[in-house]
């Protein structure tokens, strides 16, 4: 959850907006009849997160949500589309416009006593305009995005990705998500403050501060 909760910071900060919904599989897989089925049994279901507060507050949110959603296995996105009355339009989803996603560990699944493997396949069609799945290895955890190359080029992706890093940071120390600084120093150091001195390389000093303090 602590990832969902990043990401969700991450949508707010880009977008400006507090409260959304974010897309997220969820498992049908819930009774014991459907153990020994196969295939995927999961639905696609909004998530309402609310950015506000505390990192521990935030949090706690984020879990409570979480677990109310995971009762709803039963319901369908078409019947929360009719529920709602909501528009429809080719192209995009009426229930949210990001989506996160968490790859289950499949490494020790079977199939007639051999050992199955996943394997990522590129489809170079992106389901959302912006979407971020977290996948458990052997070594830790990887994040990666997906994303519509006619909304996003890869280098602004490569600095969310920075953004997203310093936000599970910030979260995991427990500051005010409204005091998030989503640059790393040596990003904040490369985009911010070498260009700003190559502009006005005499702006620190101290003629430039005694100037400034004599015009106040």
């Not at 897309?23 to 020994?36: K, N, Q, W």
């Not at 078409?78 to 909501?86: K, M, N, T, Y």
């Amino acid at each position: 959850m602590l990832y969902l909760a990043a990401f969700g910071v991450l949508a707010a900060r880009l977008t400006g907006r507090r409260d959304f919904t974010v897309g997220t599989p969820v498992s049908v897989r819930d009774r014991a009849a459907l153990a020994d089925v196969c295939g995927p049994l999961i639905t696609t279901l909004p998530l309402r997160l609310t950015v506000e507060g505390t990192a521990e507050a935030y949090l706690r949110a984020v879990r409570e949500r979480v677990t109310a959603l995971l009762d709803c296995g039963d319901t369908s996105p078409e019947d929360v589309i009719r529920a709602l009355g909501l528009p429809r339009a080719v192209g995009g989803n009426p229930l949210y416009g990001v989506l996160f996603s968490l790859r289950p560990d499949v490494s020790g699944l079977t199939f007639a006593g051999e050992t199955l493997e996943g394997r990522a396949v590129p489809t170079h069609c992106a389901k959302l305009p912006f979407s971020l799945e977290a996948v458990k290895t052997a070594s830790g955890w990887e994040f990666h995005f997906e994303y519509a190359a006619s909304y996003y080029e890869e280098a602004s992706i490569a600095l969310y990705a920075g953004y997203f890093r310093e936000i599970l940071a910030g979260l995991t120390r427990g500051e005010l998500l409204c005091g998030l600084d989503l640059l790393a120093p040596r990003d904040r150091q490369s985009l911010i403050t070498r260009p700003w001195h190559l502009r006005t390389p005499f702006v620190d000093r101290p003629s430039a501060r005694s100037l400034r303090t004599w015009r106040a």
